[in-house]
Nanobody, 120 residues
């Protein structure tokens, strides 16, 4: 099994910054992609940013230029630096990994979620 432990998040005023981290442990084998998703009250979970093992990144249009995703492959950890935060960024943020096990198809794991609240 794989465990994902998230840290960071909290309450910040609009225009402020927060950083999130997510460390993977357990039967990791190979982690292909890592990413962050978020879910606001009453809304569906949406992609925030992803990063491949090679460092290629993908961002939601709403966070481009404000958020930066990075990863430390040696530590199996993914980070999300969030700058110029807006009230509409308020949500529970979840990390996600795509794992490649030795045999079989790729599978996915989710973190427990961490609350990010941006006050106006």
């Amino acid at each position: 099994q794989v465990q994902l432990v998230e840290s960071g998040g909290g309450l910040v005023q609009a225009g402020g910054s927060l950083s999130l981290s997510c460390a993977a442990s357990g039967s990791i084998f190979i982690i292909n992609a890592m990413g962050w998703y978020r879910q606001a009250p009453g809304k569906q979970r949406e992609l925030v940013a992803t990063i491949t093992s090679g460092g290629s990144t993908n961002y939601a249009e709403s966070v481009k230029g404000r958020f930066t995703i990075s990863r430390d492959n040696a530590k199996n950890t993914v980070y999300l630096q969030m700058n110029s935060l807006k009230p509409e960024d308020t949500a529970v943020y979840y990390c996600n990994i795509r794992r490649i096990p030795p045999l079989g198809l790729a599978d996915y794991y989710w973190g427990q979620g961490t609350q990010v609240t941006v006050s106006s």
